[in-house]
């Protein structure tokens, strides 16, 4: 079980924009923690796609874009390409343990139609 | 470039040891903190440890506590995971990955696949 929760799936086709949601607690996206995203192509480890909530990292196009209120993030992906087929995963800080925690969301798969 | 290597995967019985290596290069190993996590084929991602940039501390998951060892050699560039005590649930890929302030991983490993069976 998962302490962040995302939606199994999303689809859309070539060209539209979708959004990928990531509800957390008021320990840790509530608590003021960044969420951070991470893109794993079949077959390869995650790679880093946006942190800080809304940062991208160099060479991640603008297509990827994030944002944090509340409880909760968004990932959004405008202009749909078929590379971007994927699983996406949201993290975060999780402060309800003494010590250090991070914690993952569950993924969500990003079918391109 | 940043590149991650991790080693030492493989087959192992329950409740014996395995030890994982992941060599860096590409940056200033002793500056960044540390991270195993590991993938369930077929499911998520689940943060195991983390060790300081100088080994000072280390932290785990509940579900690996008392049973692994996360540690550095930063004369060498290697993070390391001694695993205690498999367990069949422990069976997933293991990635090493790289640290930043902001509590996120920026760089990853390519894994290594640990089968834990009889």
């Known amino acids: 079980q998962s302490v962040l929760t995302q939606p199994p799936s999303v689809s859309g086709a070539p060209g539209q924009r979708v959004t990928i949601s990531c509800t957390g607690t008021?320990?840790?996206?509530?608590?003021?923690?960044?969420v951070h995203w991470y893109q794993q192509l079949p077959g390869t480890a995650p790679k880093l796609l946006i942190f800080g909530s809304t940062n991208r990292p160099s060479g991640v196009p603008d297509r990827f874009s994030g944002s944090k209120s509340g409880t909760s993030a968004s990932l959004a992906i405008t202009g749909l390409q078929t590379e971007d087929e994927a699983e996406y995963y949201c993290q975060s800080f999780d402060s309800s343990l003494s010590v250090p925690n991070f914690v993952f969301g569950s993924g969500t798969k990003v079918t391109v139609l | 470039q940043v590149h991650l290597v991790e080693s030492g995967g493989g087959v192992v019985q329950p409740g014996r040891s395995l030890r994982l290596s992941c060599a860096a290069s590409?940056?200033?190993?002793?500056?960044?903190?540390m991270h195993w996590v590991r993938q369930t084929p077929g499911k998520g991602l689940e943060w195991v440890a983390v060790v300081w940039h100088d080994g000072s501390n280390k932290y785990y998951a509940d579900s690996v506590k008392g049973r692994f060892t996360i540690s550095r050699d930063n004369s060498k560039n290697t993070l390391y995971l001694q695993m205690n005590n498999l367990r069949a649930e422990d069976t997933a890929v293991y990635f090493c990955a790289k640290g930043n302030l902001g509590h996120h991983f920026d760089y990853w490993g390519q894994g290594t696949l640990v089968t834990v069976s009889s």
């Open positions: 590409g940056f200033t190993f002793n500056s960044h903190g």
């Open positions: 008021s320990s840790n996206i509530g608590a003021g923690f960044d």
